[in-house]
Nanobody
Framework: QVQLVESGGGLVQPGGSLRLSCAAS????????MAWYRQAPGKQRELVAA????????SYSDSVKGRFTISSDNAKNTMYLQMNNLSPEDTAVYYC????????????????WGQGTQVTVSA
C-alpha cells in the first residue's frame, strides 16, 4: 500500500500563489497518470490538471490553464501543483491522484488518492 500525503494548502489573497505537494510514502516503480482534482463546497470533484508518467503530456481545465502547472520530482516520489494568480473561485479542497501505480516490476496496478488539502483564496 502507498499513502499520498499532501501539503502546501492554506489561506492566500487574490492574485497570490501557492504550491501544493503530494509525496508518496514508498518508492514508485511506475504509473500511468498523475493528477490534481479539487472540490468546492456544494460542487462535484473536478479534474484540474493531469500529466502522463513521462511528464511530457499535460492537460489542464480551462479554468486554470495558464495559471496552474503540474510537475513531479520522481527522485523524491513527489508531485506538485504550482498555482499562480489565484482567485476566490479557486477555493476548494485539492486532492492528488495517481492512477495505475505499481511499486515494483511485477504486481498489481492501483489508483491512490491524497487526503486533501484546503486552499482558501480570500482578501
Amino acid at each position: 500500500q502507498v499513502q499520498l500525503v499532501e501539503s502546501g494548502g492554506g489561506l492566500v489573497q487574490p492574485g497570490g500563489s501557492l504550491r501544493l505537494s503530494c509525496a508518496a510514502s514508498r518508492n514508485i516503480f511506475s504509473f500511468y497518470v498523475m493528477a490534481w482534482y479539487r472540490q468546492a463546497p456544494g460542487k462535484q470533484r473536478e479534474l484540474v490538471a493531469a500529466a502522463g508518467s513521462s511528464g511530457g503530456s499535460t492537460s489542464y481545465s480551462d479554468s486554470v490553464k495558464g495559471r496552474f502547472t503540474i510537475s513531479s520530482d520522481n527522485a523524491k516520489n513527489t508531485m506538485y501543483l504550482q498555482m499562480n494568480n489565484l482567485s476566490p473561485e479557486d477555493t476548494a479542497v485539492y486532492y492528488c491522484n495517481i492512477q495505475g501505480l505499481r511499486l515494483g516490476p511485477k504486481g498489481d496496478r492501483n489508483d491512490y488518492w491524497g487526503q486533501g488539502t484546503q486552499v482558501t483564496v480570500s482578501a
